[in-house]
């Protein structure tokens, strides 16, 4: 059995030729950068190889990093029950941002794509009921978006929020 601190970074690294990055900055687990083009490979590299054997998808984050870009980022967060390891993936998206979906591979990415969606408007392309899960179908915006005002948009529910945009930058309400 392989030892938790032998995690073969190097055989990840090897096997994506170029195609994923190591993150410097993380030092509690190990941490890959992927483009949304390579996402599912590396998923399902994770998954089905005798060395990593990544059988839970524990969690999906969105980040806005509004007004930089690329403005969005995935976390995603994988755990091998067998061999108790963790491993980080970090995916940069661009605006509006679009990725494929995972739910082929872990039923439980589900959930997470569909509240990465309702909060932040990431597009899970290939997801089978992509459709808000917190906000009602209605609703206009992204509420974890920078940009989104705190009080949110002026209506007869709101009367102290702010005015809606004239012109929008991105999607506003269900874009499905």
């Known amino acids: ?23 410097p900055n993380v030092i509690d ?9 390579n996402l599912v490979e590396l998923c399902l590299f994770l998954r089905d190889d005798d060395a990593f ?36 993936i970090k995916c940069p998206l661009d605006d509006p941002p679009k990725v494929p979906t995972i739910t082929h591979l872990w039923t439980t990415a589900n959930w997470h794509e569909r509240e990465a ?4 408007g990431i597009v899970f392309e290939g997801h089978p009921d992509l459709r808000r899960i917190y906000m009602w179908q209605n609703f206009e915006g992204w509420p974890m978006r920078r940009d989104f005002p705190l ?3 002026k209506d007869k529910y709101n009367p102290f929020g702010e005015e ?13």
């Open 117 to 120: 969606y309702d909060m932040f």
């Open 29 to 37: 687990m190990p941490c890959v950068i992927v483009s949304p083009q």
């Open 53 to 88: 054997k990544f059988n839970f998808m524990a969690d999906i984050g969105g980040i806005d990093f509004y007004p930089d870009t690329p403005r969005y980022q995935l976390v995603y967060h994988l755990y091998s029950i067998s061999l108790g390891w963790r491993v980080r």
């Open 1 to 23: 059995m392989i030892m938790p601190s032998q995690f073969p970074l190097n055989k990840l690294i090897d096997n994506f030729n170029g195609r994923i990055s190591i993150d």
């Open 151 to 153: 009080r949110g948009y």
């Open 164 to 176: 809606r945009p004239t012109t929008t930058q991105g999607p506003v309400g269900d874009i499905l």
